[in-house]
């Protein structure tokens, strides 16, 4: 589990290694004012500061990106860290002029229902449509299920395999049944969906 804002740059590098590593993580989003997973933050980790990660898998809780990044290597790599994810302060500038462009989205929060189950999203780092498919999950504070599929995943193929063609951000929503591709559809979907006051 991660919790996270999506415009931070410290949570986007880590972001980045969760897709080098191909892993598939449950988000649970902190935008400004979000209600329900700041708190949470604060009450599973003693401070309110983010990204904050648990593994399920081993019980291991920790913040800062930096050790993050080196646990997920370690525990799930073989324990190289890519150049770019490992100059510290360099890392930290480049990972925010990648949100740059966008910076006012994906940090704030759209009051929402908070669904029983979390959505499933397919999508990697670096794509322009599953971002914006990603930031209005954050924004409606809806945990997800994010399955990483960068070039080279071999989730890519079980994608095409089960669907006839491969093509990301695609959303299982195990709460309606809704499956679907198209980032602006993805995004009205969840709009009309979960937000309490769908525009
Ligand atoms: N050294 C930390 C810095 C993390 C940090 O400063 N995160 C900011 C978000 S970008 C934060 O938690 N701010 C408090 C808040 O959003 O309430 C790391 O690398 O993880």
Same mark, same amino acid.
């Given at each position: ?11 986007? @590098? ?32 003693? @401070? ?64 929402? @229902? ?5 959505? $499933? ?33 071999? @989730? ?25 591709? $198209?980032?602006?559809?993805?995004? $009205? ?11």
């Amino acid at each position: 589990m991660l919790a996270k804002t999506f415009s931070c740059p410290f949570c986007r @590098k880590v972001r980045e290694m969760v897709a080098v590593l191909d892993l598939d993580v449950l988000f649970y989003p902190c935008p400004q004012k979000g209600p329900t997973f700041r708190p949470k933050v604060l009450e599973m980790g003693g @401070k309110k500061q983010f990204p904050y990660m648990v593994d399920p898998n081993t019980g291991v809780a920790m913040y800062e990106s930096d050790d993050i990044i080196k646990y997920l290597a370690d525990t799930y790599g073989d324990g190289t860290i890519p150049i770019m994810l490992s100059l510290g302060l360099f890392t930290t500038i480049t990972a925010g002029l990648a949100t740059i462009w966008r910076i006012w989205k994906g940090s704030s929060y759209t009051v929402s @229902k908070l669904p029983p189950q979390p959505i $499933e999203i397919w999508a990697y780092e670096g794509s322009p449509f599953c971002k914006i498919a990603r930031e209005a999950l954050v924004e409606l504070e809806l945990p997800h299920l994010l399955h990483s599929c960068a070039r080279g995943s071999p @989730k890519r193929q079980e994608i095409f395999k089960k669907l006839g063609l491969f093509q990301v951000p695609y959303i299982e929503d195990p709460n309606t049944g809704v499956k679907m591709f $198209e980032s602006s559809e993805i995004v $009205e979907y969840l709009k009309a969906t979960y937000s309490l006051y769908p525009q």
